[in-house]
């Protein structure tokens, strides 16, 4: 298994060094610059949801010391008595599907597709002697995990049918993704734009349906359903109601669970307190055999492994941090020796009579 958190976007690309270049005005951003607008590259999305401007200034200029998560969670609560909060909070989420549709397109196109999550799992699939199944956790809305799946021949499903994709690999997005929709519950003949959705954020219902949107993005369904975006609102205390995914989506993770014999955490800081115990629960502590942790460099990783084990209740005996961060992981093959190891733990040797 491998999580991926922001950090593992944001450092995607080996192209880009901190502080060269123009093209890292879409270098997909960590949480707490999602709302930032650098150069005013960002505008014509702000422009697009009037009611984002409400609480952009709070997302921005953060009071004593918030995280954007944070601030988020303050907002939310606010809107269990103030209506207008929710209309922000739907327009939030249509402004990330935006901005991260937008990242996604940008960052491949000046990276020329070259990215470390490409390298990855070319790696894993090479060392892969044994055609496991590869299970792939990511807490990021982009689709720059799923564009390297395509040179791998990874097909793209509806959601429902994801795990279709590819006979290997199998992708989980629990927090949803740019490209994926919900169904609102409406009469047949009814139709909302997405600013009328805004305004009866209060009131909207759903179905259990999910639908893939396509490029260019897309709000109603070929047969005259109204989406909105499947994304989770970011939030410090994210629980099963942060999920954003099909539930069979969660049902099959856990079937994959007892399975697992190492995990492979990059760029994600386990804040997830729902998926942290669905591990906890789920996984098979005496197949679990191995955790690495890629952070930004080996003290912070060092910080993440020793908070994943405690949370999950288990720290295997082979566990390691890696020197720095994703791409220096990657073109180093920090991860070479964790790859090829044995994934299914030694027999304990049968004593003599």
């Known amino acids: 298994m491998v999580i991926f958190g922001a950090g593992a976007s944001y450092d995607s690309a080996h192209a880009y060094p901190v502080g060269q270049g123009d093209g890292l005005v879409w270098r997909p951003p960590l949480a707490n610059d999602l709302f930032s607008n650098p150069q005013r590259a960002f505008s014509d999305i702000v422009k697009s949801y009037p009611k984002l ?7 921005r200029e953060r009071s004593s010391g918030r995280s954007v998560e944070e601030e988020l969670e303050l907002l939310r609560d606010e809107a269990k008595e103030y209506a207008e909060r929710s209309r922000e909070l739907v327009s939030v989420q249509y402004y990330l599907r935006d901005l991260l549709f937008a990242v996604t397109n ?78 609102l519950k409406l009469p047949r003949d009814r139709q ?70 190492k995990i492979l955490i990059i760029g994600w800081q386990a804040h997830e307190a729902h998926f942290l115990q669905i591990l906890r629960s789920g996984l098979n502590k005496e197949r679990l055999n191995h955790i690495m942790v890629v952070g930004k460099d080996s003290q912070g990783a060092s910080s993440i492994l020793t908070y994943f084990a405690d949370q999950i209740g288990h720290l295997p005996p082979n566990n390691s941090v890696a020197s720095w961060g994703f791409s220096q992981f990657v073109v180093n093959r920090e991860g070479a020796s964790f790859l090829q190891a044995p994934s299914k733990p030694p027999k304990e040797p049968v004593a003599s009579k």
């Open 53 to 59: 401007t409400h609480i952009l200034l709070y997302l």
């Open 192 to 261: 909302l734009s997405r600013q009328e959705i805004i305004e009866k954020a209060d009131s909207v219902e759903f179905t259990g349906q999910f639908t893939s949107i396509g490029e260019p993005i897309r709000d109603s369904h070929p047969e005259g359903k109204t989406l909105m975006p499947a994304i989770a609102i970011p939030l410090q205390n994210k629980t099963e109601d942060t999920f954003a995914c099909p539930p069979s989506h969660l049902t099959y993770l856990r079937e994959l669970l007892p399975s697992v014999t």
């Open 106 to 183: 940008t960052w491949i196109h000046q990276t020329d597709g070259v990215t470390n999550y490409a390298s990855l799992m070319g790696e894993i699939l090479r060392l892969n002697r044994e055609q496991e199944a590869v299970c792939l956790v990511t807490f990021n809305y982009d689709l720059l995990l799923d564009n390297a799946l395509l040179s791998f021949r990874y097909q793209p499903q509806e959601p429902e049918d994801q795990f279709k994709a590819h006979p290997i690999i199998k992708l989980f997005k629990p927090h949803g993704s740019v490209d994926w929709a919900r169904v």
